[in-house]
């Protein structure tokens, strides 16, 4: 069956950048889009992004769109989510999702990454 | 501030029927883009329940359906169950400021 796997717990320092992947197996990986939301301690779910396994387009939310960038590697079905510059209000759970289209829903969903920032 | 507004919490009887609102403007749902819901519980990845306004993916019970209008949408379950408490989101696109994707604040639902 479809599914996704993140990569695991990230602690990071303000200023530094992290990097999560997402690995997709049980579908055509480059028939679709990854979208990332997150969301953080106390807060509602936010939508950072999309990027497009089939040409790799992306549309970034104007919150992030300086400090995020979004690839996909078809050859390892796995794509990634790279935040730069971060601060302490990035820290959050990381979900990644299958999406057809920038538009659209999120099919399949990761477990989450939490990526805390903290002195 | 969310760009689509839900009410923060509802509550229901088991049995009974609850909505959830969620109201856009027309650069959102107004401008034609689908919405859809997920179901969050704590520590998990969102759950989706409803695709292109009315859509329910395979395995997700009849009890929730979905409809829209407007600038607006709405996520009805019947037949409220205790494992149905949890936090829903409604989630559409946005044309404004280049494009994005939008979530509403969520809405906490209890079963009494």
């Known amino acids: 069956q479809a599914q996704l796997v993140q990569s695991g717990v990230e602690v990071k320092k303000p200023g530094a950048s992290v990097k999560v992947s997402c690995r997709a197996s049980?579908?055509?990986?480059?028939?679709?889009?990854i979208i990332w939301v997150r969301q953080a301690p106390g807060h509602g779910l936010e939508w950072m992004g999309w990027?497009?396994?089939?040409?790799?387009?992306?549309n970034y939310a104007q919150m992030v769109q300086d400090r995020v960038t979004m690839t996909t590697d078809i050859s390892t079905g796995t794509a990634y989510m790279e935040l730069r510059s971060l601060r302490t209000d990035d820290t959050a759970v990381y979900f990644c999702?299958?999406?057809?289209?920038?538009?659209?829903?999120?099919?399949?969903w990761g477990q989450g990454t939490l990526v805390t920032v903290s002195a | 501030q969310s760009v689509l507004t839900q009410p923060p919490s509802v509550s229901g009887a088991p049995g009974q029927r609850v909505t959830i609102s969620c109201t856009g403007n027309?650069?959102?749902?107004?401008?034609?883009?689908?919405v859809h819901w997920y179901q969050h519980l704590p520590g998990t990845a969102p759950k989706l329940l409803i695709y292109?306004?009315?859509n329910r993916p395979s395995g997700v019970p009849d009890r929730f359906s979905g409809s829209k209008s407007g600038t607006s949408a709405s996520l009805a379950i019947t037949g409220l169950q205790a494992e149905d408490e949890a936090d829903y989101y409604c989630?559409?696109?946005?044309?404004?400021?280049?494009?994005?994707?939008?979530f509403g604040g969520g809405t906490k639902l209890t079963v009494l």
């Open positions: 999702a299958r999406s057809v289209r920038k538009s659209a829903a999120g099919t399949i």
């Open positions: 049980g579908y055509t990986f480059n028939s679709y889009g």
């Open positions: 990027s497009s396994a089939y040409n790799g387009d992306t």
């Open positions: 027309r650069s959102n749902i107004g401008a034609g883009y689908d």
């Open positions: 292109g306004n009315t």
């Open positions: 989630q559409s696109y946005d044309n404004s400021l280049s494009g994005r994707g939008v």
